[in-house]
């Protein structure tokens, strides 16, 4: 069936005017969401530090669990640390797409940061690269005898750096005005 500018689509009231408001309530009403800038997805990514990390099995299905990353702006990778016989980084080598879902401040808002991921050899000897990459995502050790145990115990962990080199970052927010 083909239709005509004049003609009124099936189903559709032939005298409602087109550009009517959206309803008060109900479905329907209210903002929508809004695309949220490079800079506040960049600024989403660093004030959070949980995010859902997603990775495909081999099956095609997506494999999802919640970890603690990094994100690094300058370079636009996020970092994960695992295991190096954990189910992430196995996947991650086999298929290297990846993407971390950030939630907001509230449940409307979100960032994901997609990119292809490189896992790191597990850390071989405390205070080798992998090691001093690892300990770059605590906040730090006053002491020296706390840092040397940490940069021992990844080693004993067979630690992991999953980097996620960042190709495309998209997001929204609904910007819900306050009650007053």
């Known amino acids: 069936m083909t239709t005509h500018p004049t003609t009124p689509v099936e189903n559709e009231p032939e005298n409602e005017p087109e550009n009517e408001p959206a309803p008060a309530s109900g479905p329907g009403a209210g903002p929508a969401p809004r695309v949220l800038t490079e800079a506040e997805l960049s600024r989403l990514l660093g ?18 669990t919640t970890v603690l990353y990094s994100w690094d702006a300058g370079e636009r990778v996020v970092r994960v640390s695992s295991t190096a016989d954990r189910l992430k980084p ?11 879902h950030v939630h907001g401040q509230d449940v409307f808002s979100f960032a994901v940061a997609e990119g292809e991921a490189e896992v790191s050899a597990p ?40 980097r996620i080199r960042v190709s495309r970052l998209y997001g929204t927010a609904l910007d819900i005005p306050a009650a007053d």
């Open 47 to 64: 004030e959070q530090q949980f995010g859902v990390l997603a990775s495909v099995r081999r099956t095609g299905h997506p494999h999802l």
């Open 90 to 100: 196995r996947q991650l080598r086999t298929d290297p797409h990846a993407a971390l």
């Open 123 to 162: 850390a071989a000897v405390p205070g080798d690269a992998v090691s001093r990459e690892l300990l770059s995502l605590t906040p730090g050790f006053e002491d020296p005898a706390e840092e040397a145990a940490f940069l021992a115990q990844v080693v004993a962990d067979r630690r992991v750096v999953i």
